[in-house]
């Protein structure tokens, strides 16, 4: 009797819930529904893609304009080439080394990337690694440069849309790598989120990317 009854409380209340998560159309189901999709996104969601990506930050949002290349979309990765081409040559990096490259067309800010577990004995010179630094947040560039030493691996990026390298990404460790980038999942769409954060940036910085 007293499990019938926990039986037919649980209903009660999976019946109410369902109601106001699906046709409450009131003030406090719009709220339900709100609550409802944090605590799925935050604590089912993103720990599942978490586990199946095999990283802590599967889905990264492009911050600034370093991997920038002009209207990335449909721009001609030639006339890229022709405005990036010194900078790379001294890396021993030629059009056609680039040009078969993950992701060779870089991505804008606000892009939405998504990320994967970076082995570092599998990474290779082209992939675009996301990795902590001296910084508010990670970085998402581009390896220029593999070494290693006693077994170790060391890294060297540089931002497609730089003129050069940051001091932080001259000699990345292993254990400072969160991840690989696989994809660019939905452009633009984390503008949603920096919009809010954008406006913290120094005047140069803020706002969309434009060409150099």
């Given at each position: 009797m007293a499990a019938k009854e926990a039986l037919n409380s649980l209903k009660t209340v999976w019946k109410r819930a369902w109601f106001l998560l699906w046709k409450d159309d009131s003030f406090r189901g719009w709220i339900f529904s709100i609550a409802f999709l944090f605590v799925f996104i935050k604590f089912i969601f993103f720990p599942l893609l978490s586990l199946a990506a095999g990283t802590t930050l599967p889905l990264a949002i492009v911050e600034?304009?370093?991997?920038?290349?002009?209207d990335d979309i449909f721009s001609s990765f030639d006339s890229w080439w022709e405005i990036h081409e010194e900078k790379y040559l001294a890396l021993n990096i030629s059009k056609d080394n680039f040009?078969?490259?993950?992701?060779?067309?870089?991505?804008?800010?606000?892009?939405?990337?998504?990320?994967?577990?970076?082995?570092?004995?599998?990474?290779?010179v082209g992939d675009v690694i996301i990795f902590s630094a001296e910084t508010s947040n990670p970085i998402i560039h581009r390896i220029i440069n593999i070494s290693v030493e006693?077994?170790?691996?060391?890294?060297?990026?540089?931002?497609?849309?730089?003129?050069?390298?940051?001091?932080?990404?001259?000699?990345?460790?292993?254990?400072?790598?969160?991840?690989?980038?696989?994809?660019?999942?939905?452009?633009?769409?984390?503008?949603?989120?920096?919009?809010f954060y954008d406006w913290r940036n120094s005047p140069e910085e803020r706002g969309f990317c434009s060409e150099n």
């Open positions: 600034s304009c370093s991997m920038y290349h002009e040009y078969d490259f993950s992701l060779e067309k870089g991505f804008n800010k606000g892009d939405i990337i998504f990320t994967i577990r970076a082995r570092p004995e599998k990474l290779k006693n077994s170790s691996y060391h890294f060297s990026t540089m931002g497609d849309n730089n003129n050069g390298q940051l001091n932080v990404e001259k000699n990345i460790s292993e254990s400072q790598i969160l991840g690989k980038a696989v994809f660019k999942l939905a452009p633009l769409l984390g503008w949603t989120k920096l919009i």
